[in-house]
């Protein structure tokens, strides 16, 4: 059964950077072409894509968040990581990182059970 | 504002049906992208509830059922039960991976 777990800081500061690690368990990271990505739901809003990954590295990220989203897979260790650099209060959300159900396809199949990240001082 | 448009709120009392409304354009559901529906229950983690605009995963009831036509895709939820209350969301892709706002279900 396939399991994500989030991990990192509940508590960031404003300006700095978020890193999140999403570490995966009942299937490996590299064993297909699944899509894996990070979801956030600020308080009160709705879902919104932050970015996503194949094991290959080949990495993908929402507009919205310019070039403050890096994405990257560690198979050695079966996780995938998140850092949003420079944030602010705006970026406090739950924060998801989840599997497509198929291989080479884009629906979120397995989610992680989220984690709440505060920004603040 | 998302690039996917949902109504904000449905209900509908226990027994009847309700539809939830996903409208996109061209360069999304238009486009020919698949749309997926979620419905996501507070302090949980959203779960999938459609795929590939008409799928059910394993273990989703028959109750839920998906279509799309053109621009637009609906979720339909028939036999409604209380425990169905909750935020539905639409997804598909355009350029990026793309979510609707969101619509709430009140079971009334």
């Known amino acids: 059964q396939l399991q994500l777990q989030e991990s990192g800081p509940g508590l960031v500061k404003p300006s700095e950077t978020l890193s999140l690690t999403c570490t995966v368990s009942g299937a490996s990271i590299s064993s297909s072409y699944y899509y894996w990505s990070w979801i956030r739901q600020p308080p009160g809003k709705g879902l919104e894509w932050i970015g996503g990954l194949y094991y290959s590295g080949n990495t993908y990220h929402n507009p919205s968040l310019k070039s403050r989203v890096t994405i990257s897979v560690d198979t050695s260790k079966n996780q995938f990581s998140l850092n949003l650099s420079s944030v602010t209060a705006a970026d406090t959300a739950v924060y998801y990182c989840?599997?497509?159900?198929?291989?080479?396809?884009?629906?979120?199949?397995?989610w992680g059970q989220g984690t709440l990240v505060t920004v603040s001082s | 504002q998302s690039v996917l448009t949902q109504p904000p709120s449905v209900s509908g009392a226990p027994g009847q049906r309700v539809t939830i409304s996903c409208t996109g354009s061209?360069?999304?559901?238009?486009?020919?992208?698949?749309v997926h529906w979620y419905q996501h229950l507070p302090g949980t983690a959203p779960k999938l509830l459609i795929y590939?605009?008409?799928n059910r995963p394993s273990g989703v009831p028959d109750r839920f059922s998906g279509s799309k036509s053109g621009t637009s895709a609906s979720l339909a939820i028939t036999g409604l039960q209380a425990e169905d209350e909750a935020d539905y969301y639409c997804q598909s892709y355009d350029t990026t991976v793309v979510f609707g706002g969101g619509t709430k279900l009140t079971v009334l």
């Open positions: 061209s360069s999304n559901i238009g486009a020919g992208y698949d």
């Open positions: 989840a599997r497509s159900l198929f291989s080479r396809s884009r629906e979120v199949g397995y």
């Open positions: 590939g605009n008409s």
